[in-house]
């Protein structure tokens, strides 16, 4: 076969999805539902490379090949629709991209159909000379917009973030079939109703309802009370999630929305070994919430979850941790949060000379034991029912030892999440529900 006869005919959609929070799970449900629509699909995310669902690579093989995580520079992977040119029959590509895909790596690629920008949070801030404060970190992941198709695009954003909003201006000015499609609750940074009046589209929440806008209509779409990750649709990034994803959809599909998509969205569920919402119990009553939360108002709000799964009397018990590629300042705001979410916190460290070793690196030294100690001088000011143990394991078993029927654990998981979901099932001799 000639590289002539390998090079598709027709250009893949794809959609790259940035954000702070909520990409690898937005990923993950706009996959879920292309495939349910028996499309060809390659997915992207922080833990390697999939096609139609079936693993191709991990985050070990892109570090060791490419120095680079998979979310960094994720268009190496549309290499598959050349080597099996047979995907690009109905072929799409939905791409996690990290802020790493800013910098001189780029997407790996020239131009997307949708580009997504869920929401810029006080991530990463420090992490280099470039990302002081959180409007650069919107900045930098503004590459989402700029590199939308000049025709027949869309643009999927957080209309409630303003920072977000704002970089509605790097949508190049020559692209003038770029669609927006803003999501949100109250969109509080952008003028919905000019947008409307123009003929534009957006999606909301009405109730337990996702519901569709197009001037005065409104066409419910999702039914969130049968998404049970949302819990009833009372917990907010689940419903961001399915909100993005839903835009995303639309996008790909140019919108073309069925009752198929309806049904083939509400059907998703979250794997439950990767780390995100994977809800355990155990025998004793107490169930375990498994999350990767990593930033203040993630693990805020998933102390507040906790708080309604609780029985009576019932406690909640965090097991956290935070990377070390975080300034001491943010370290500390974070930690003192966490302090105020949860009733009992204990800390472990993501480089515990254990598991993981300490490497030398040229910003944030990796000491260890050094991010969870920082942590806890923070919290335990704020929390004395506050315990430090750096070990992942020891965490756990710890929590497991400590906690009473009707209580419920946040376990934030480490890197390999199967791991850690180890941990908890022999810890807590519990089961997946």
Same mark, same amino acid.
């Given at each position: 076969?000639? *590289?002539?006869?390998?090079?598709?005919?027709?250009?893949?959609?794809?959609?790259?999805?940035?954000?702070?929070?909520?990409?690898?799970?937005?990923?993950?449900?706009?996959?879920?539902?292309? &495939?349910?629509?028996?499309?060809?699909?390659?997915?992207?995310?922080?833990?390697?490379?999939?096609?139609?669902?079936?693993?191709?690579?991990? &985050?070990?093989?892109?570090?060791?090949?490419?120095?680079?995580?998979?979310?960094?520079?994720?268009?190496?992977?549309?290499?598959?629709?050349?080597?099996?040119?047979?995907?690009?029959?109905?072929?799409?590509?939905?791409?996690?991209?990290?802020?790493?895909?800013?910098?001189?790596?780029?997407?790996?690629?020239?131009?997307?159909?949708?580009?997504?920008?869920?929401?810029?949070?006080?991530?990463?801030?420090?992490?280099?000379?470039?990302?002081?404060?959180?409007?650069?970190?919107?900045?930098?992941?503004?590459?989402?917009?700029?590199?939308?198709?000049?025709?027949?695009?869309?643009?999927?954003?957080?209309?409630?973030?303003?920072?977000?909003?704002?970089?509605?201006?790097?949508?190049?000015?020559?692209?003038?079939?770029?669609?927006?499609?803003?999501?949100?609750?109250?969109?509080?940074?952008?003028?919905?109703?000019?947008? &409307?009046?123009?003929?534009?589209?957006?999606?909301?929440?009405?109730?337990?309802?996702?519901?569709?806008?197009?001037?005065?209509?409104?066409?419910?779409?999702?039914?969130?009370?049968?998404? *049970?990750?949302?819990?009833?649709?009372?917990?907010?990034?689940?419903?961001?999630?399915?909100? #993005?994803?839903?835009?995303?959809?639309?996008?790909? &599909?140019?919108?073309?929305?069925?009752?198929?998509?309806?049904?083939?969205?509400?059907?998703?569920?979250?794997?439950?070994?990767?780390?995100?919402?994977?809800?355990?119990?155990?025998?004793?009553?107490?169930?375990?919430? #498994?999350?990767?939360?990593?930033?203040?108002?993630?693990?805020?709000?998933?102390?507040?979850?906790?708080?309604?799964?609780?029985?009576?009397?019932?406690?909640?018990?965090?097991?956290?941790?935070?990377?070390?590629?975080?300034?001491?300042?943010?370290?500390?705001?974070?930690?003192?949060?966490?302090?105020?979410?949860?009733?009992?916190?204990?800390?472990?460290?993501?480089?515990?000379?254990?598991?993981?070793? #300490?490497?030398?690196?040229?910003?944030? *030294?990796?000491?260890?034991?050094?991010?969870?100690?920082?942590?806890?001088?923070?919290?335990?000011?704020?929390? *004395?029912?506050?315990?430090?143990?750096?070990?992942?394991?020891?965490?756990?078993?710890?929590?497991?030892?400590?906690?009473?029927?009707?209580?419920?654990?946040?376990?934030?998981?480490?890197?390999?999440?199967?791991?850690?979901?180890?941990?908890?099932?022999?810890?807590?001799?519990?089961?997946?529900?």
């Amino acid at each position: 076969m000639t *590289p002539q006869e390998i090079v598709p005919k027709e250009r893949v959609p794809i959609a790259a999805i940035t954000g702070t929070k909520g990409k690898t799970t937005t990923v993950a449900i706009v996959s879920d539902v292309l &495939l349910s629509l028996k499309k060809n699909v390659l997915k992207v995310d922080t833990t390697g490379h999939f096609v139609n669902g079936e693993r191709r690579s991990t &985050l070990e093989d892109s570090k060791r090949i490419w120095r680079l995580v998979p979310s960094v520079a994720p268009g190496r992977y549309l290499w598959e629709f050349f080597a099996h040119p047979e995907l690009t029959e109905n072929g799409f590509a939905v791409l996690e991209a990290a802020i790493g895909s800013s910098s001189i790596k780029g997407l790996g690629y020239n131009y997307h159909k949708v580009g997504a920008f869920l929401n810029v949070y006080e991530d990463h801030l420090g992490s280099s000379e470039r990302l002081k404060e959180k409007r650069d970190i919107a900045k930098a992941k503004a590459f989402v917009f700029s590199k939308l198709f000049h025709t027949d695009s869309y643009a999927v954003f957080n209309a409630d973030d303003e920072l977000v909003v704002e970089m509605l201006t790097r949508v190049p000015e020559a692209a003038k079939g770029v669609s927006l499609v803003p999501f949100g609750i109250d969109f509080s940074h952008f003028d919905l109703k000019t947008h &409307l009046a123009k003929g534009g589209i957006a999606l909301t929440v009405r109730g337990k309802q996702v519901v569709l806008l197009r001037g005065e209509e409104e066409q419910p779409i999702v039914n969130l009370s049968n998404i *049970p990750w949302t819990f009833d649709g009372e917990y907010g990034p689940s419903v961001w999630n399915i909100l #993005a994803a839903a835009g995303i959809i639309y996008g790909l &599909l140019d919108g073309e929305w069925t009752d198929e998509v309806s049904k083939a969205l509400e059907a998703v569920r979250l794997d439950p070994t990767a780390g995100r919402l994977t809800v355990l119990k155990n025998s004793a009553g107490v169930k375990i919430i #498994a999350d990767y939360a990593h930033e203040k108002v993630s693990l805020e709000l998933m102390g507040k979850l906790a708080h309604t799964q609780t029985g009576e009397n019932g406690k909640v018990l965090g097991v956290v941790r935070l990377a070390y590629d975080r300034t001491d300042e943010l370290l500390s705001e974070t930690a003192e949060i966490i302090a105020r979410s949860y009733d009992k916190v204990i800390i472990y460290d993501k480089i515990d000379g254990y598991w993981r070793q #300490a490497k030398a690196t040229s910003r944030f *030294p990796q000491v260890v034991g050094r991010t969870s100690q920082v942590m806890y001088d923070a919290a335990v000011k704020v929390n *004395p029912d506050t315990t430090r143990i750096v070990r992942e394991d020891e965490a756990i078993a710890r929590a497991a030892s400590s906690v009473q029927p009707g209580d419920v654990v946040v376990v934030i998981v480490n890197d390999d999440i199967e791991r850690s979901l180890e941990f908890i099932k022999k810890s807590f001799n519990a089961e997946y529900i």
